[in-house]
């Protein structure tokens, strides 16, 4: 049997794995993929993007092409039923919270995400997804396990043959128009069978991959979570509902906006596409016209047009073009592991499992692994201690809670009926949906993610933020197990800049290059390469007293002793582990760059001055001012020092002097460097 090794190997090449993989590409990990699949998807799946995950593909330098290409979404309609139970469009509201983020909602198909990441991926390293691959066993050696240098996995992968998926390209009835049932939670799961077919085919072979990760990326029907002995824990519904993606035609007048619509004959969500399409969320009647139980092997694209029909009375709805289709059971799940041994982990629908109709699914998926991918890579690099890894579960299990806990709420208004009058206890209030929707709004954004204290982030313990978004937004019992994390050994001054939360992701206001004067939006200046980000809000530097404040700061940060040497390779460049970032408030013509402490502009041998590091608070040509001590409740004269994982969320805060406790917090996880 043939045998390899290998740095990770990740199950699964959805865009969970693939977002892992463009970090694994960027930091030279050595790394293979497989995908039991024979073909990539080509149609259909998830389809909403939401802010932050905008924000995390522009740290990779594809976020503004995706959001060029993507139909964005920027209010949301309701329709309900008057008196008369005739459908009227009752009220509107904005999509994406203003101010938030740089970018909105917006929806563009799975497979052209997909896409994307492969080309990065291959801009940067020589990781290929190998299609028509599945793993049959997975063996971790206990023993060695905590061995940097070891590979204590070993998982055995079978090659299938080109007839073992069944049926190509998710095409499972007559019509030939490709749909997603082989994944839904209404079909029953096929690994087991699909590996029997290809071991007792003569032409299959396997081979043995050592590694010292696993990442199992490989969905709701994961084999990686069976191995490891992870359970699904939480609840399914008896509510089905399918999914239409349609060019439709219609009299519908918001057909082109995300619209919300209970009637009498159900509920229905409208997600409007790009390229014409629509993407239909459909309740499914419980019971078909003859009173009897739904047959669920029966749902099919022309089912689900029926119901939208009904749903959408009096206005009519048709199509010619259906591009994809599928149906589900709503339920809410996550893992009760999400990880063994810090050595094979979980991530995405493997892990967590809940409806599609807030535009989640890929999003967190997404956001597991890009959680995930620079930790990996930083202890494999012998950058870091294993204990880094830990945090993957303890912030990534809160963040799955919180899911499941605003789907569930979120799915029991979707699908239950409406209230009869005030009395009705047991129906749906239209008043309380729609609350539900705007409060919803800012979780679902992602942008408002806050890690609780753990190794990395310096958190006072007592502002725990387990299922913190949830309990600000609802009134209702939290589902689930609490997430406990060991807090981190200090705690940031998060007094000294009151709009950055320790534990959120970095907000982003423009700044000025004090070199050439260009704008910048901060989240631009700190892209996803792999470095942790110092930036020193160096205050006013035409003050004298602060001038020294920031010249002592330079000269600790400058020393052989300091995390910045202790931490970084000897061959290395000085910015290749830490980026540090000046952002001062004097103004811009008032400051000369070389006048500045060299190591905030270090210098090259070869390229001369770092051009690229200082930046200014100040007003710009064409593009305004961004007020950036402001927003950020930062003192203008004084300033602070701001951590950023290369995740872009915040670990520390603290004063100008204040670097003896960051180099406690760098000491407890780096190793030092040679």
């Keep these: 049997m043939e045998q390899s090794k290998v740095d990770v190997l990740v199950i699964g090449a959805g865009p969970s794995g693939l977002m892992l993989c463009t970090w694994l590409a960027r930091l030279g990990i050595k790394t293979r993929i497989i995908d039991k699949r024979h073909n990539r998807i080509n149609s259909g799946q998830a389809d909403g993007l939401q802010s932050r995950t905008f924000e995390i593909l522009d740290s990779l330098g594809i976020g503004q092409d995706i959001w060029r290409e993507a139909n964005r979404m920027l209010e949301i309609r309701f329709w309900n039923p008057d008196e008369d139970n005739r459908l009227y469009r009752s009220d509107m509201i904005v999509d994406t919270t203003p101010g938030i983020s740089r970018f909105q909602q917006a929806t563009l198909q799975q497979a052209r995400i997909e896409d994307y990441l492969l080309k990065y991926i291959g801009q940067y390293g020589d990781i290929a997804v190998e299609y028509g691959k599945m793993p049959e066993s997975l063996h971790i050696d206990a023993e060695i396990a905590e061995n940097d240098e070891e590979f204590p996995i070993s998982v055995t992968i079978r090659h299938l043959p080109p007839e073992a998926n069944g049926v190509p390209n998710g095409i499972t009835n007559a019509s030939h128009i490709p749909n997603g049932m082989f994944r839904s939670n209404l079909t029953a799961d096929n690994t087991d069978s699909v590996l029997a077919a290809a071991t007792a085919n003569e032409t299959s072979k396997t081979e043995t991959i050592h590694a010292k990760y696993v990442v199992g990326c490989d969905g709701a029907h994961s084999w990686t979570r069976r191995q490891i002995g992870s359970v699904m824990e939480g609840e399914q519904t008896d509510f089905i509902w399918g999914v239409l993606d349609i060019v439709p035609i219609t009299d519908f007048p918001d057909i082109r906006y995300r619209c919300a619509i209970h009637s009498a004959s159900g509920s229905m969500m409208i997600i409007p596409r790009e390229n014409k399409y629509v993407r239909l969320y459909i309740q499914v009647s419980d019971a078909a016209e003859d009173g009897q139980p739904v047959d669920r092997s029966k749902i099919n694209q022309e089912t689900l047009l029926r119901s939208a029909q009904k749903i959408l009375t009096p206005y009519k709805l048709t199509?010619?073009?259906?591009?994809?289709?599928?149906?589900?059971?709503?339920?809410?799940?996550?893992?009760?592991?999400?990880?063994?041994?810090?050595?094979?982990?979980?991530?995405?629908?493997?892990?967590?499992?809940?409806?599609?109709?807030?535009?989640?699914?890929?999003?967190?998926?997404?956001?597991?692994?890009?959680?995930?991918?620079?930790?990996?890579?930083?202890?494999?690099?012998?950058?870091?201690?294993?204990?880094?890894?830990?945090?993957?579960?303890?912030?990534?299990?809160?963040?799955?809670?919180?899911?499941?806990?605003?789907?569930?709420?979120?799915?029991?208004?979707?699908?239950?009926?409406?209230?009869?009058?005030?009395?009705?206890?047991?129906?749906?209030?239209?008043?309380?949906?729609?609350?539900?929707?705007?409060?919803?709004?800012?979780?679902?954004?992602?942008?408002?993610?806050?890690?609780?204290?753990?190794?990395?982030?310096?958190?006072?313990?007592?502002?725990?933020?387990?299922?913190?978004?949830?309990?600000?937004?609802?009134?209702?019992?939290?589902?689930?197990?609490?997430?406990?994390?060991?807090?981190?050994?200090?705690?940031?001054?998060?007094?000294?800049?009151?709009?950055?939360?320790?534990?959120?992701?970095?907000?982003?206001?423009?700044?000025?290059?004090?070199?050439?004067?260009?704008?910048?939006?901060?989240?631009?200046?700190?892209?996803?390469?792999?470095?942790?980000?110092?930036?020193?809000?160096?205050?006013?530097?035409?003050?004298?007293?602060?001038?020294?404040?920031?010249?002592?700061?330079?000269?600790?940060?400058?020393?052989?002793?300091?995390?910045?040497?202790?931490?970084?390779?000897?061959?290395?460049?000085?910015?290749?582990?830490?980026?540090?970032?000046?952002?001062?408030?004097?103004?811009?013509?008032?400051?000369?760059?070389?006048?500045?402490?060299?190591?905030?502009?270090?210098?090259?041998?070869?390229?001369?001055?770092?051009?690229?590091?200082?930046?200014?608070?100040?007003?710009?040509?064409?593009?305004?001012?961004?007020?950036?001590?402001?927003?950020?409740?930062?003192?203008?004269?004084?300033?602070?020092?701001?951590?950023?994982?290369?995740?872009?969320?915040?670990?520390?805060?603290?004063?100008?002097?204040?670097?003896?406790?960051?180099?406690?917090?760098?000491?407890?996880?780096?190793?030092?460097?040679?």
Aim: hydrophobic share 40%.
């Design 319 to 674: 199509y010619k073009h259906c591009h994809w289709w599928t149906a589900y059971r709503i339920g809410q799940r996550v893992g009760s592991k999400f990880s063994a041994h810090d050595r094979v982990f979980l991530a995405g629908d493997a892990v967590h499992t809940h409806s599609p109709k807030a535009g989640q699914g890929m999003n967190i998926s997404m956001h597991d692994t890009y959680n995930l991918g620079w930790k990996l890579a930083h202890v494999i690099k012998g950058q870091s201690s294993r204990s880094l890894l830990a945090t993957y579960t303890s912030e990534r299990r809160q963040i799955a809670q919180e899911l499941i806990n605003f789907d569930h709420r979120f799915s029991q208004l979707f699908s239950g009926r409406l209230s009869k009058d005030l009395l009705d206890e047991e129906g749906i209030d239209l008043k309380i949906f729609k609350d539900v929707f705007e409060k919803g709004n800012l979780f679902a954004s992602g942008t408002a993610v806050d890690y609780a204290t753990n190794l990395i982030v310096a958190k006072d313990p007592a502002h725990q933020a387990d299922a913190l978004t949830y309990k600000q937004n609802y009134d209702t019992p939290f589902i689930g197990k609490v997430v406990e994390s060991t807090p981190c050994i200090l705690t940031g001054k998060q007094h000294l800049a009151r709009r950055i939360p320790i534990g959120m992701r970095m907000p982003s206001y423009k700044v000025l290059n004090q070199s050439d004067a260009r704008p910048w939006h901060l989240q631009e200046l700190i892209s996803a390469n792999g470095t942790w980000r110092v930036i020193v809000f160096a205050g006013d530097l035409l003050d004298a007293a602060q001038f020294a404040r920031y010249v002592a700061l330079g000269k600790a940060l400058d020393s052989t002793g300091s995390f910045l040497h202790k931490y970084t390779p000897k061959s290395a460049s000085v910015d290749s582990v830490f980026e540090v970032l000046t952002v001062h408030s004097a103004p811009r013509a008032s400051i000369e760059l070389l006048s500045l402490p060299a190591v905030f502009h270090p210098y090259n041998e070869e390229y001369g001055w770092d051009y690229s590091k200082v930046f200014v608070d100040d007003v710009s040509y064409h593009e305004g001012h961004g007020h950036a001590y402001e927003n950020y409740g930062i003192d203008h004269r004084t300033g602070c020092m701001v951590v950023l994982r290369p995740d872009q969320y915040v670990s520390w805060i603290g004063e100008l002097e204040d670097l003896p406790d960051l180099e406690r917090f760098f000491g407890a996880f780096m190793k030092t460097q040679r």
